[in-house]
Nanobody
Framework: QVHPVESGGGLVQAGGSLRLSCAASGSVFGIDVMGWYRQAPGKQRELVATITKDLSTNYADSVKGRFTISRDNAKNTVNLQMNSLKPEDTAVYYC?????????WGKGTLVTVSS
């Protein structure tokens, strides 16, 4: 079992920045992909960004140029730097970790962007 735990959510005004962090614990050996997903009220969960263990990244079109994902393999952490936030970025953000083709989810952290 892998246990991702998120931190860093909160309330921010439009145009502001937030940094989310996720630390994975438990059976962390062999973690390959780490990432962030989000779910806005009344909507399905969607991909925000992912990063592989060799630091290749992938972003949703809606966040390209504004969000940056990073990772520390030694610490089993993944971060999401969010700049130029928009009200439509409001959502619960979930950390996701893949190990041996099994996906593990954190409980989520709420990000609210006010207009």
């Amino acid at each position: 079992q892998v246990h991702p735990v998120e931190s860093g959510g909160g309330l921010v005004q439009a145009g502001g920045s937030l940094r989310l962090s996720c630390a994975a614990s438990g059976s962390v050996f062999g973690i390959d992909v780490m990432g962030w997903y989000r779910q806005a009220p009344g909507k399905q969960r969607e991909l925000v960004a992912t990063i592989t263990k060799d630091l290749s990244t992938n972003y949703a079109d809606s966040v390209k140029g504004r969000f940056t994902i990073s990772r520390d393999n030694a610490k089993n952490t993944v971060n999401l730097q969010m700049n130029s936030l928009k009200p439509e970025d409001t959502a619960v953000y979930y950390c996701n970790v893949r190990r041996s083709n099994i996906y593990y989810w954190g409980k989520g952290t709420l990000v609210t962007v006010s207009s």
